[in-house]
């Protein structure tokens, strides 16, 4: 009789398919997005969760029920799931899966010490110069894939563990020096996710972060009919977010100011004059109830030519 499996995947598509190619063992799926709003380092607890909740009703109107149904239910499911001798973490190269992996790990180190676990990441396949998520893998890639999954040693998982507590904490500093110096890491992705997560601090020069400029920039070098094809547009470019249709349509509702239309999409003349930097968005923008992981997004600023992070200090 072989080994029992229980497989964490980055979502339900990557759960379908492999449910689909008769992958043998239990599944959960890590449905959360902690790469977006506020988190808390204790995963799982009743203030972690309620954390999350909080920010997902304020920014996106996700309901309690919705909330319970989707997320803490399968939540629970993995707290049950104790007797399996692997545990196989199926996640992504962008942002959005980077650091719910982290997540994962970690509470894989409080609550299943002692078990085997391994990774399996999506990246390059011959033939494609972009980095493929699990779902385009071919059956024969994915089955690939899953043999070249790396086991996490002890060290592994106590590295994942602290870049999260980093992730968590209330200043994302130490983060921008540490996550670079681990080159025989198995986590190949997560320094250019984590390099992504620190351009996402507004920036000096007009006080968007990069994927706010991105969007502008989108907008203005597109001739694009309607906020849904900008969307549609961001998704297709995006190499390391990860994001989708949510995460997108949030970024530009708080960008509304800087359109004139969006039947077409138009940039107005303040949105071009931002684009340019010959305007400081920042000021309007500030708040103190967006954060980025444990840091308050407005509480820093990214400095574009030397890739540093600088605090703001009142």
Known sequence: ????????????????????????GEFITWREMLSEGKTTSDIGSENFWKTRFDFLKSSYNISK????????????NLCSQKEQDEIVLWFEHDLFCQINMLAVISWLKRYRKGHQITLVSSGKVKGSNKLLGLSQLNKKEILQHFKNRVTLNQDDIEYADYIWQLYCSDSPLRLETVYKFNPMSPFQHLASAIEAHLQRFPSIENGLNKIENTILKTAEKNNLTS????VHQLINDQEVYGFGDLQYE??????DKLFSSFNPVKLSKKGKEVLDNQINFYGQLRNDISYLGGSKKYSFLFHNETNKLLQITS
């Not at 080994?3 to 992958?23: E, M, Q, R, V």
């Not at 029920?65 to 629970?76: A, H």
């Not at 906020?227 to 900008?230: G, I, Q, R, T, V």
């Not at 949030?250 to 960008?255: A, C, D, P, Q």
């Open 1 to 24: 009789m072989g080994a029992s499996i229980l497989h964490i995947t980055n979502g339900d598509i990557t759960t379908n398919y492999l449910k689909k190619l008769k992958f043998s």
């Open 250 to 255: 949030y970024s530009i509702k708080t960008l």
């Open 65 to 76: 029920k919705k909330f319970i149904d989707y997320t803490l239910k399968e939540y629970r």
């Open 227 to 230: 906020k849904k094809e900008l």
